[in-house]
């Protein structure tokens, strides 16, 4: 039976920081948690914000005035055509773009490409057949049998003309002739960097067609309020914690995560009026023990497409500016189940077509405590002396979930 | 749910901004989001008062192919349904039970009204939020 536990789903893993947010977000991103874990996602699907109705409005048009639509790109093409000599120089050697291949990432021949890197994920017959150096995959697919060939075409040597070069020109001329869907996102664009001229529809150097999209962002505005959780919590703060104070956060971490899919789903559960039978459902939102159940509106904010994770980034940064102190908001960001990567430089995996391929992260940024009325946030357990001091800055808690094929850690 | 205690010591030269760090593996549950399966097919946008199926059907069915499958021990596999969406739902139930449950699940089938009725999982995993998202190849459409 433990046998086929693993085969249907590899154990996933999900990691729980707490922390800080930096004091200022106006200045440069510092390099810790959660900033690089947003920047070195690579490759998003979908990205949802919850946070209260009342500043939904102030926000979306924050996020209207600050942020333009992205674009990016759906093409059918063949390896080859990244080698073209006006795509390769202008998007690959002097630009930067980021692509990704259609594929079940377990038993397809899957091509990504970031920092002008370009990694091909592939099934053995097909590296046995394509006369370019790889390594074997870390996690190897159904028949444990995968490679990766991974190629810096910003090396000064990668040049037309060039020996290495043709190499990889003549493997995607005579051995990788499939065509395949592809998703191309252009990190030069006015979305993204604003010092870029024009965004254009049309893609450089490139002889096929290719559908422009815009990932644009809906709202949701709720007509009723539902069953809140309470964000209150104690934080095992120091070593002398019990275990059992530990436990209860961790519990609490796992459970408020879980009501907040459930609110993003929309769930029935969590309306106000659901009087389901515990034959049916025994779920309950996490409440304190003191309080009574509290009712509440929540927005969404989503996007949906092929995300850079810069553009993620000016997101939760607009959010930092644009949500008060006192409120709270939270992101989610899913990666593509068949990525062949998750965070950057770390391999991932999935079974079945993207079974157990979940690679995503949520950021809760927690209302400051004593300046909203109602107090959602009762933070207990701090030690005194850090407290005044860490009070400063906003808090949040990150839950970073990912499938059992995934190096990330 | 087995958790592991923060993987870094606090560092000293941040004594102000302790971050904290802990994994949970093994969590309490398994979320599945299954589809009920009817052939031949409903027309789009028929209704009638067995479809699309409330929960207590769901929870009939389920019963039902458990039972079969596992005898006693699978109709006490305790399932919370979360939310529903026309033939569609979201449930949790103990992460132990799951590859019991969906071996049971999956090979029955069953004719009633003139259809035979099955169910196919969708997507699972062990935190909701996994199931929550689109798995990104529609994008590829």
């Given amino acids: 039976m433990t046998q086929l536990a693993n085969k249907l789903a590899p154990d996933s893993k999900c990691y729980v920081t707490f922390g800080s947010l930096s004091s200022d977000p106006s200045t440069e991103t510092p390099p810790k948690r959660p900033y690089n874990t947003i920047i070195d996602h690579v490759y998003n699907q979908q990205v949802d914000i919850l946070l209260p109705n009342e500043i939904c409005e102030l926000v979306h048009q924050k996020l209207n005035d600050q942020l333009k639509p992205l674009q990016y790109h759906r093409i059918f093409m063949g390896l080859k055509e990244i080698l073209e000599k006006e795509f390769y120089n202008h998007y ?44 074997k ?18 090396q000064p040597h990668m040049l037309h003309g060039r020996k290495a070069f043709d190499r990889l020109v003549w493997s995607f001329t005579n051995v990788f002739k499939e065509q395949k869907p592809w998703l191309f996102c252009d990190l030069n664009q ?8 024009e965004t254009f529809t049309t893609l450089i150097g490139l002889t096929l067609p290719s559908t422009p999209r815009t990932a644009a962002l809906t709202v949701t505005q709720p007509s009723d309020p539902i069953k809140l959780a309470t964000f209150s919590h104690t934080i095992p703060a120091n070593p002398s914690t019990s275990d059992y104070d530990k436990d209860v956060f961790y519990d609490w971490a796992y459970c408020l995560h879980e009501w907040l899919a459930l609110t993003s789903l929309n769930s029935d559960r969590l309306n106000a009026s659901d009087s389901i039978d515990p034959l049916l459902s025994r779920y309950e939102p996490p409440l304190d023990n003191a309080n009574q159940q509290q009712f509440g509106k929540i927005a969404k904010i989503s996007w949906r497409g092929f995300i850079p994770a810069g553009y993620i980034l000016k997101i939760f940064k607009v959010l930092e500016v644009s949500v008060p102190p006192s409120e709270w908001f939270v992101i989610t960001a899913h990666g593509f189940q068949n990525a062949p990567v998750s965070w950057k430089g770390r391999q991932h995996s999935a079974i079945g077509g993207g079974m157990g391929g979940e690679n995503l992260y949520t950021i809760l940024k927690f209302a400051r405590e004593g300046e909203k009325e109602t107090g959602d946030v009762a933070m207990e357990g701090t030690e005194e002396g850090d407290a005044k001091e860490a009070d400063a800055r906003e808090k949040y808690v990150m839950w970073e979930v990912v499938g059992g094929r995934d190096e990330h850690s | 749910m087995d958790v ?15 971050e904290q760090r802990f994994t949970i593996r093994k969590p309490e549950w398994q979320y599945l989001h299954l589809r009920m399966t009817f052939d031949p097919p409903h027309p789009p946008d028929h209704t009638s008062p067995s479809y699309p199926p409330d929960l207590l059907t769901w929870k009939t069915h389920l019963s039902t192919a458990l039972n079969q499958f596992l005898g006693i021990s699978g109709t006490a596999i305790p399932i919370d349904f979360l939310h529903s969406d026309v033939s569609e739902v979201y449930l949790r139930i103990p992460r132990e039970d799951a590859p019991r449950f969906m071996a049971g699940i999956t090979g029955w089938g069953e004719d009633i009204e003139g259809r035979t009725v099955g169910f196919r999982v969708l997507k699972s995993a062990e935190f909701l939020m996994g199931i929550a998202g689109g798995e990104g190849r529609d994008l590829f459409g």
């Avoid at chain 1, 899957?110 to 994920?121: E, I, K, M």
């Avoid at chain 1, 006015?190 to 001229?197: E, F, G, R, V, W």
Wanted: glycine content about 10%; overall charge positive; aromatic content about 8%.
């Fill in chain 1, 92 to 135: 690959i050697r002097e630009g930067n773009i980021i692509l990704l291949s259609d594929g079940r990432i377990d038993v397809d021949d899957v091509y990504c490409l970031y920092d002008g890197v370009l990694y091909l994920f592939l099934r053995k017959e097909t590296y046995e057949k394509a006369g370019l150096v790889g390594k």
């Fill in chain 1, 137 to 154: 995959a870390v996690f190897g697919g159904r028949k444990k049998e995968r490679w990766v060939v991974e190629n810096d075409l910003r």
């Fill in chain 1, 190 to 197: 006015q979305a993204l960097n604003q010092s870029t001229a």
């Fill in chain 2, 4 to 18: 592991d205690g923060p993987s870094k010591p606090q560092r000293k030269l941040q004594p102000r901004s302790p």
